[in-house]
């Protein structure tokens, strides 16, 4: 079975600062997909980035980076140069064939 | 991306009567979803919906409490049957915009508080 771990429940940084969100998953599956997915306070789900389980490319897109470690299971999240406006909770999620399992949710808020 | 509306966007309902919450998408789709999120918490599977067939449903989950219609491969209905306070969530709708990758897009949520 599928699982997705988010140990951090609530962050809070200042304006600018660096943050990163951890997600930690398990399966049995050699193939799989892994998803951010940014839920801001109006509640619509935003997608992210998708990683699939062959390709340990970081990727750098703006602000965001992702960090992609088969040998630790993680698949981390990091928002440089953080904004108020990156105020939500995060979803990290594991996908086996259209079965997609999320994590508990990261609320991070950046204050000003 | 695929764009998707749902409809209520909200609605305040009494215990002991049902809503159906529609979700539209702008393309045709293989596989849309249905989610719920209680307050503060993660988003659980209800169940799949494939155009032409029944739903099939999470663990958990039964048609009686949460039937799902699934008339054509744009549209998509979930009612949510004798409600109870409990059932206070928000109700997502999604779809599979990328079969090749697994990757769901998600409506912007029904918002239900039960009376």
């Known amino acids: 079975a599928q699982k997705v771990t988010q140990a951090q429940t609530e962050i809070s940084v200042v304006e600018k600062e660096d943050v990163t969100l951890d997600c930690v998953y398990e399966t049995r599956d050699t193939t799989y997909y892994l998803f951010w997915y940014k839920q801001p306070p109006s509640g619509e789900l935003v997608f992210l980035i998708r990683r699939n389980s062959f390709d340990e490319q970081n990727e750098i897109s703006g602000r965001y980076s992702w960090n992609f470690q088969k040998s630790t299971s993680s698949f981390n999240f990091t928002i440089t140069a953080s904004q108020v406006v990156d105020s939500a909770v995060y979803f990290c999620?594991?996908?086996?064939?259209?079965?997609?399992?999320f994590g508990a949710g990261t609320r991070l808020t950046v204050k000003p | 991306s695929a764009v998707i509306s749902q409809k209520p966007s909200r609605d305040i309902c009494q215990r002991g009567t049902s809503l159906t919450i529609q979700c539209q998408v702008d393309?045709?789709?293989?596989?849309m979803f249905w989610y719920r999120q209680q307050p503060g918490q993660s988003l659980t599977l209800i169940a799949t919906a494939n155009q032409g067939s029944e739903a099939t449903y999470e663990s958990g989950f039964v048609i009686d409490k949460f039937p799902i219609s699934r008339p054509n491969l744009t549209f998509s209905t979930l009612t949510v049957s004798n409600m109870s306070p409990e059932d206070s969530s928000i109700y997502l709708c999604?779809?599979?915009?990328?079969?090749?990758?697994?990757?769901?897009?998600f409506g912007p949520g029904t918002r239900l508080t039960v009376l």
């Open positions: 999620a594991l996908s086996v064939i259209n079965d997609m399992r």
């Open positions: 393309s045709q789709v293989t596989m």
């Open positions: 999604s779809v599979d915009g990328d079969t090749s990758t697994d990757t769901q897009y």
